[in-house]
Antibody, heavy 121, light 108 residues
Framework: QVLLQESGPGVVTPSETLSLTCSVS????????WSWIRQPPGKGLEWIAY???????DYSPSLKSRVSISVDTSKNQFSLTLHSVTAADTAVYYC???????????????WGQGTLVAVSS | SSELTQDPAVSVALGQTIRITCQGD??????ANWYQQKPGQAPLLVVF???NRPSGIPDRFSGSRSGNIASLTITGAQAEDEADYYC???????????FGTGTKVTVL
């Protein structure tokens, strides 16, 4: 079955850049959309961005100025970059396969286990 | 509005039926999808679209929609259904994806 695994640093210094990678195994990254979602400790879920295998993207308006998402089909991976981080960016970051092809139905059907990123000096 | 509002917490007696709601203007256009999240775990899709369940999700989970309110119903709640539940949809104004505020379900 398709599995997703997030990787990246557990701690990022304030004002620096957070970079995460999601590795997809058990299936191809082609033909699907892929999202990043985060959850601050004790709080709810926040969608950050998605990308298609061909590079089409969409970003949350609240993060768009600081976020970039990219895909590497040769490695079956996609990545997130978040610039100028603050303590408010401390969260568990999840990657998820995203279905946006069905009209009026947009959902996340496969999730990674999540990785905690703390913004701290 | 561009929000999806859920009740913060609800409780249900073991074996009884519970309905969790998600309210937002976008739900007049887009279907809500529902996720179960247990402590320390990633969310799990339990219902999507009009009323579809991924493989392996028990049929006690069902979804519905009326106007701008979507509902997840658990018929015959089990102890293992105690979790946080989130809805998601697409904002009909901005066309971006969004999540509901979440509901903590306690099974008594």
């Amino acid at each position: 079955q398709v599995l997703l695994q997030e990787s990246g640093p557990g701690v990022v210094t304030p004002s620096e850049t957070l970079s995460l990678t999601c590795s997809v195994s058990g299936g191809s990254i082609r033909g699907h959309y892929w999202s990043w979602i985060r959850q601050p400790p004790g709080k709810g879920l926040e969608w950050i961005a998605y990308i298609s295998h061909s590079g089409s993207t969409d970003y949350s308006p609240s993060l768009k100025s600081r976020v970039s998402i990219s895909v590497d089909t040769s490695k079956n991976q996609f990545s997130l970059t978040l610039h100028s981080v603050t303590a408010a960016d401390t969260a568990v970051y999840y990657c998820a396969r995203t279905d946006v092809d069905t009209p009026f139905v947009d959902y996340f059907d496969i999730w990674g286990q999540g990785t905690l990123v703390a913004v701290s000096s | 509005s561009s929000e999806l509002t859920q009740d913060p917490a609800v409780s249900v007696a073991l074996g009884q039926t519970i309905r969790i709601t998600c309210q937002g203007d976008s739900l007049r256009t887009y279907f809500a999808n529902w996720y179960q999240q247990k402590p320390g775990q990633a969310p799990l899709l339990v219902v999507f679209g009009k009323n579809n369940r991924p493989s392996g999700i028990p049929d006690r989970f069902s979804g519905s929609r009326s106007g701008n309110i979507a509902s997840l119903t658990i018929t015959g709640a089990q102890a293992e259904d105690e979790a946080d539940y989130y809805c998601n949809s697409r904002d009909s104004r901005t066309d971006h994806l969004l999540f509901g505020t979440g509901t903590k379900v306690t099974v008594l």
